[in-house]
Each structure stands twice: as C-alpha cells, then as structure tokens.
C-alpha cells in the first residue's frame, strides 16, 4: 500500500489518521510506502510530467523509494515526521 498527502502535523494533532493506524489497525497491509503532501505534485502534473522527475523535491524522493521497495530494495522512510519549526517561525508564525 502507498499513503498519499500525509501529513504529520495533522496527524500529531489528531486531524487524520496515523501511519500505523492506516496500515496495521485499519487496512491491514503492508506499506510500501508513504509521499506526504507536496506542491509539487501539482506541478508536475501540471507540466503533464511524473513528480519522480522532480528528484529535488520531497514527493519525487519518495516516489523514487517506493519503486526501489518494489523492486526489492531496503529503504527507510523518509519526510514523515513533523518538522520542527525555526525559532524566528515560532516568534513569528509560520
């Protein structure tokens, strides 16, 4: 199974389910992976292209992990834990 538009900070605040839950307790099958929301999925099909083309941004890398998973290969999880903000973010918001 493949989780998409997660996101963390939604998660940890109880607005949508967790990883585990979604895998283990819910569907109950194995997670092949997991591409948190990201632009520039809509930019990529907006410029009518596969994200895994846009290997600098977060949604391609993950996409890029699931194939390799597919194929065998063992990588970790990545992008799925909630960023910590900046000091200035904090101060300031954001």
Known sequence: M????YNAERAAANEMMDIDTISNDI????LLGV?????SVLEASNHGEPVIH???SVAGQ???DIVARFLGEERPLR???VKKKSLLQR????
């Open 2 to 5: 493949v989780i998409t538009r």
């Open 27 to 30: 569907l109950k099958v194995p």
């Open 35 to 39: 591409v948190p929301e990201s632009h």
């Open 54 to 56: 846009y290997t600098d």
């Open 62 to 64: 993950c996409y890029d």
């Open 79 to 81: 992008h799925i834990d």
């Open 91 to 94: 101060w300031f918001g954001g």
